[in-house]
Structure formats: structure tokens, C-alpha cells
């Protein structure tokens, strides 16, 4: 019998998915052996998934036919990452807005290693063709596939059984039933407490909460990556130095800012300019104005909320999903000029976010 | 109490003029007389024996105002060697050492040190590591870090520390090598007993050593630079390769170095790597790192006066190693017989680090003559030149029968 070798992608937010990546990983490797094929997964380890909302990556390597022989597996066994995945899978939509793994890898497509006519399959509450809106074309075809879900957040120690791995599990099946069949989900699910609970829920996304849709060549938003240039031992500094940053500059090669989930929007008619946001924000985000405003630099904001914690004034600093905004990769919007340019446009804006946002300050949640 | 009322008149000599003077001092004095004459600014301190001994100096030196140098007391030997990293890192030239497990102790500092390629230059008073408890010289403290981009040199002689230690610095400063330098001296035989040197003027030492000059690297609000960053798998074999090419580049600074030393001071150590000692036409030569050189040369006297054919090498620099010399002084003696003040357990043949690597750089010689290896000297036993006779004995029987017998011998061990 023939052996195919099929690798997948868990991308995931560190800390508050560490766990539902790895069960989730550790799953499918369970399902596949079930299925009598050989299977590994493993971390990308320099990610650091320890750190706040970094993006990080898990793969899965299953080779299917290989019965039990693990020497097939031998030459994806040992690697930092795959050169490409077939299905990449993603558990946080906002993740969808870049990838950032190292300070001088840029910012990665999220489907940077898909194979053309691999599967991006996203957990989310939105459809298709609203996620199209944040993703960036390429040129070969894809198939995105969403499951419709909420966001599985957890933390450092605790895993939520909140139902996503079955329904990652069950939309598998359901798009790649060459990779894991319904069966092989079941049978590893029925090897879990709560087994009818469980199956029931990826049999749930297998019937009803999977949605697909063909993506052609150029769809999507504008955005070309550049792979980094890596220096060769002759031409670095001695030592691996590297030069700074001069007093206001920022890394123009790291940002970070795709970690966050969600972004402070101030509002600045009502802001007290009491400097605390500016104060406390442990990534120096906020540029001072010449008017005494802090201006959040967005491409650096980590997303964790202590300037809206701290913001004294009720309803001025508020954090907001990153899906409601459509900018991202590299580009962001300036929240100080477009106040500045338009304050009744920036106003109503404003209050149009206020419902939706996660903390506001100063005020009792 | 201050420096001797007998070395301040000399002192004053050598700081202020152009003649050399003669003083008697212990080994790590000698040491610190350089560390005046080198202009260290920083130095960290922290006591230990047999190390400690170069402290008691300096801070004397110090105090009586023929240095003018930070000295600062740390915490614990980690402290000390994290002091001086970060001062060598703004520029300024530091001292620092340690001895037996204090140096270990200071072990990761003393990695980065080199992985960041700061040339700070240590004495490492050599002593057995604990346990059991033994003050006396052992090498395997230094040799712990054979293999992290230190610079390691072994001298024999309170003159050679200080001739050394101006070297040390030459050599690890040089923007083709900017490397840390580890100077080993064996604890009691050369840090505590007492022997003439001769103290050159400052003014020969400025010629011969320039003025620490970190480049690009020298962290100043005025150079903003990022050093030690997380770099992971994309940049670490790069950064290693540097080191690599920056310990080959020192085998040739270290010629250089030597070759200005003899001009500039009248002083020529000759081939600056190993010193060859009556091993032209000796069919046993005996290796050796330190003070044991000082009775093997009796014995190879004795022995010669006998009519044997015997000689010896003492390895001054182990890092980098001198694989050519090596080669061109050993490989036509009959028996090599490498006396080992250390060990290795469990390397190839079970014998001690040097025997080793000269296997090693013996196997891309056209002719590979007999080793056999002595362990002895272990926790500051004495080797005495009737023990090295005894060592020649048995290399020339070695010689005699054309085979190893017996390839490491635990000379003096009691069964
Ligand atoms: S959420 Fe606020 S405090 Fe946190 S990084 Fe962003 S701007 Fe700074
Ligand atoms: S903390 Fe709030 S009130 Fe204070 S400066 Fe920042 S936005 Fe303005």
C-alpha cells in the first residue's frame, strides 16, 4: 500500500490556546493512529507561546497506509516547521491579520506555507466571505472553510472543554476526509470521558456548521510578503549585535502587534490628558501629541488592555475585536488624525464601537 | 599597610621611567604589577584561594595610588564575572579570576563573556574542584571551558604571568579575535612561592598595548546598540561561526603579539605556542602543562647527562590549540609521555585532557610515535624530578620494547 503524507497547521493565540492547541493536536494524531496510519505533531518551539496572544503554530504530520511503521515519518521528524501544510487551521479569526513568529520574519500571511488548493480553516462566528475582508490574496487557489464557533480563550493553566476540538474534529472530516475520516473522530473521541457529548459535537459540525468557499488567485486584501533577508556570519556585528533604535524610533522589523485580539480606540473629546495610559502601557505604544493627546500606535499594540484598565475618565479608552477593523498588515489607522480631521465623523464612529467593546474604562463590567 | 616599603621605590621606576626593575614577588603579584601597567579600569573581586592572592595586590595598588581602577567587591563569583562583562561592554579593560569551584560557579557569566566577545582577561589560580576539599592545583577548572571561545594559556613562571598578562591583553582585544583570555596558574607552585621578575617600564607597555577600542560594539548613549538578543535557530550557527574564525585568527595574532613583545621588552619566548625544551634529537619527549615544566627540566638534565635522549614540551597556549607545533616537535620522537595534572573520565583511552587532544593532533602526523599518559600532581601533589625520572624510566622502556605496555599510568596512586 502507498504512503501519503498530509501535515496540518494549528495556529493559535500563546497562553490562552497553548492547551486547545496542543489537545487539539494531540488529537488528530490519536484519530489517525486510530485509523491505523502513523502520525507526530510538534510545536514550533522558537514561537514562545508562553507570551501574551503571540500567534504560534503546532503541526501535525500523519502518513497515511503507514500502519504502524514510524520510519516513514522520519523526514518530517526533528524540523521547525514544515515547508508546506495542506490544512491550516486557525482558532482565533483575528489571527487572520498576520502572523508574526520572529522579530525579522515580518509579518506572515496566515496561509503562508498552504499548499495551492490546501484548506484554511477558521474557527468563527462570521462567514466567508467577511473573513475574506482580512485575509490577503496569493496567487493559487485555496479553499477557506469556517467553523462556525466562538472564540476559545483560556489561560495559562486551565483548558476550556468548550467543544472545540470536536468541532475542529468533525470539520476535518467533513473537508478532509482523506486526512481523518468521521470515524477515526469517533472512535477517538468514544476513548475520552464524556464520549456521547463529545462525538456529538463533531458530528454537529460535521452536519451543520461547516461552511466552504472556493478562493481564487488575487482574492482577498493587497499584501506581499517579504521574506526576510538573513544575514550572513561576515556581514553581522561581532557577536550578533545589533544596532538600536534611536530615541523615537520604533523597530521597523518587529512590531508584535499581531498578537492582539483586541485594540484600545480613545476617545479623545473626552480624554483628561493624564498621561496614565501613556505611563502604563508596557510596549510604549502611545505617541504624544502636540496637543498633549496619546496616540496609539497600533502595529505595536499587544492588545492587553491595561491602558483601558487604567484610563481614569469613564468611556474613553475602550477595547475593541479586531475584526471590526478592516486594516492590519503593517498598516494601521490613526486614531488621533482621523479624530483630528473629523471629530462629529470620529465621534459617531466611536459610539458606534461603545456596545461592542470588551473593557471600557472606568466603568464597573 | 600598603605595598611594601621595598617595591614603592620601584614602582615609582617603572610608572615614571624607561628602565626595567627587578623585584621579588609571588606569581599573582607579578600579575597585578602587569594589571598596573596595562591601565585596567575595572576589576571585580571576590576571595578564593589560590586566585585570591592577585587581589590582595591590586587593591593595594589601588590604594596606594600606582592604579587607578574600579574595584569592586561582588556578591559571589557569578557577580564577579557579570561586573566585568558589562564593563568590558562600555569600554572599559577588566580583570577578573577565580579558582577551582568558584569558577564554576561563575559559569554561565564566564559563557557569555566569550559568546558575547567581551576580551576580558581572567586568572584562573588553578585548584582541584571540590570535592573532596584540596586547595592544591588541579587544570580541570580551566579546562571546563576548553570549548566556549576562552583564549587559555598555562605559564610557568612569575615572569611569564606578567610578561602573559600583557599579551592576554594585546591579543584578546585585537578586532580579529575579541575574545576572553584565561590565564592559568598552578595554585601554590606558582601563586604563592616567591621568585625575581623583572617589572618593564609603562612606557615600553603603551607601545606594545593600544587602548581598549570596542568599534561599534562599545555601549554608549551615543551608540545605541543591541547586544546578546534572542536570536534562536535563524542566526546561532552564524554567530558561532565568528567565534570560530575569531579563535583561528588568534593563533596568528598571537605570533604577532609575540614577535612585538621580544622587540619592544628584549624578552623572546621563541615559538610562542609550546616551549621546546632539549627535544631535537630525544626519543621520549615528555609533555606537559605549568609548573610541572620546572622538574621535568632537571630530570631531562639528569637524564641527559646520563647520555638518554630525552626532552620536553610544555604547552603554554591549550586554547587555541597548537596542533602544527605539535606535530613538527613530536611526531619523530619514539615515545610521547603527556603528563596530565587533570583528567577525563571516560574519554577515549580514560586518560587525561591534554594526552587527549595530542593524540588527537598526532593523527594527521606521517609518523605517529608511542603515547603513554601520566595522571599525577592531582590536588596539588608534588611532582618531584625524581618522579619525572621515574616517568622517563618508563618511557624509555616503552621506547626500548617499540610498544604501549600500558597507555595511562595514575603515577604514585597508593592500591
Ligand atoms: S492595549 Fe493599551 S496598554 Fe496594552 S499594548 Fe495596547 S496600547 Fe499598550
Ligand atoms: S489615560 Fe485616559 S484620560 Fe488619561 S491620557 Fe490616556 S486616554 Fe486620556
Redesign the interface.
Known sequence: MSVSIYTLEIIYRGIHQRHLARNLARGIVYAARMEGNAALSYQRY?DDPERDGVPAKYFVVIAKGAGSSEDVLDAEAAR?EPDFVDVSIVLDDTILKGVES???QGIQPVHLKLRPNGLLIVVSKKNPEELLRFIPARDSPYKLVVVQGERSIGDFWTFPDDGTVERVLGAIAKVAPDVLSLDGVKRFLQSLDKPDVRVNRAVEAYQALVRLREVKPGEGIPYKYEPPH????KD???????????PNQRNPLFTGGTAKHYRPVINFDKCTKCTLCWEYCPDSVFDPTPDGYFNPALAYCKGCGICAEVCPVPDTIIMVDELEFEDGYGKFIDEYRMWKENREGYRKWFESLLPKAQIISARKR | MSVSVLESKRLEAVLKGDEEVEVVGTGTDAMAYALMLADIDVTSAYPIRPYGGVMQTVSKLIADGYLKAEYIVAAHEHDQFEIVKHASAVGARTFVGSSGVGWLLAIEAIVVISTDRYPVVALIGNRALDDPGAYGVEHNDALMVRDVGWLLVWVDTAQEALDTTLIAYRVAEDPRVMLPVGISMDGAFLTHSEHVFKIPPKSKVQKFLPPYDLGNRKLHPSNVISVAPQVNEDWVTEIRKQMDEAMKNARKVIVEAYRDFAKIFGRDYGNPFVEPYMVEDADVIMVGMGTVSRPIKEAVRRLRAKGEKVGFLRIRWFRPFPTEDIIHYLSGAKVVAVVDRDYSFGSPFDGGAVYTEIRSALYEAEHRPLIINFIGGLGGREITYNDAINMFNIALDTARKGKVEQRVIWYGVRE
Open positions: 522558537g521547525v520572529w522579530a525579522w538573513l544575514p550572513g556570519y553581522m556585528m561581532i557577536g550578533g549585535a545589533i544596532p538600536g533604535l534611536k
